[in-house]
C-alpha cells in the first residue's frame, strides 16, 4: 500500500510537464507548415520582383554601357547618373506629360467607363451583345490598335479629317498626330478608348452587387436618380473604384507601346512621357545607368499609389465592406 501511496503524484506531475512539451511542439510544426506555405510565394517574389528591383537600383548608381556586357565592368560613380537625368530638360518635359496623360486618360476612362456601366446596369435587349462589342478595343492589342488609330488620325487621308470634312466642322486637316499641340491630346483619346471596357467590365460588376432593394427603397421615397446615385451608388461603389482607379493608374502611368507606336515620342518631344524616356536612353542612347534612374522614378510613383491602394483597401475592410 505504501509503495502505491508514493508512486501516484509522481506520475501525475510527469503527465502535467509533458503536456506543454506537447502544445510547444504542435505550434513550431503548425508554424513551420505555414512558413512552407509561404516560402513558394516569397521565393518567386523575391526572384521576379526582388532581385529585378534591387538590380535595378544599383544600375542606377552605375557607369552601365554595352561594353559592360563583356567585360562585366561597371564602375560606381555616385550620384553622376541622377545628376544627369534630373539636369535633363526632356526629363522634366516627359514628367509633366506624363502626369498629363495619366490624368486625362483615368478621367476619360473612368467617365465615360461609368456612364456605360449604369446604363447597361438597367436591363434591356442586346444589351449583352452591344457589351460584348464594346469589349473588342480592350481584346485588340496594343500595338495594333496604335496602328489603326495612326491611320485614322493621319492629317491627309485619315478617315477622321475626312469625316469631319464631310460635315463641314474643318476647312483642312487637322494635324491630329503632326502638330506638337495636339499630338498629346490625340494620344490621350487613344488611351482612353483603349480603357473604356476595363473600367466598364469593373465596375459593370460591383453595380450587380448592390441589392435592388436598396433601389427599391429609394424610389418609394420619392429620391431622384442623381440623389439615388449619390447616395446609394457611389458609396457601395467605392471599394470597386478604388481598384479600378489604382489599376488604371499603375498601367496608364508607365505606358510605353502606344506612344512608340502612335507618335515615337515626337513631334518635337510632345508626347514623351517617362516611359519613353527610359526606352530611350536604355536602347537607343545605349546609357542604361541613366535609363535605370528614370526606370526607379516610375516605380517609386506607382509605389506612393500601391501605398494609397492598400491604405484604402484597410479603411475599407475596417467599415466592413
Known sequence: ??????TAPATKTSGSSAAPARAGSGTRRRGL?????VAPALAYMALFFGYPLVRNIVMSFQHYTPKTYFTGEAPFNGLDNWRAVFSNELFAGSLWHTALFTAGSLLGQFTIGLALAVFFSRRFRLSGLVRAILLLPWLVPMVVSAVVWRRILDQDHGMLNSALHAVGLTEG???WLS?????????????????????MVILYGGLQEIPRELYEASSLDGASPW???????????RPVVTVVLVLGFMSTVKILDLILALTSGGPADST???????????FLQLDFGQGAVVGNVLI?????????????NRADFGKGQ
Open 1 to 6: 500500500m505504501s509503495t502505491f501511496a508514493s
Open 33 to 37: 507548415l505555414r512558413w512552407l506555405f
Open 173 to 175: 486637316g487637322v494635324p
Open 179 to 199: 502638330s506638337p499641340g495636339v499630338a498629346l491630346l490625340s494620344a490621350i483619346m487613344v488611351n482612353i478608348w483603349i480603357g473604356i471596357p476595363f473600367n
Open 227 to 237: 440623389r439615388t446615385f449619390r447616395s446609394i451608388t457611389l458609396p457601395l461603389l
Open 272 to 282: 514623351q512621357t517617362l516611359g519613353t524616356v527610359t526606352y530611350q536612353l536604355s
Open 300 to 312: 517609386l510613383i506607382s509605389a506612393v499609389f500601391a501605398v494609397l491602394y492598400l491604405r484604402a
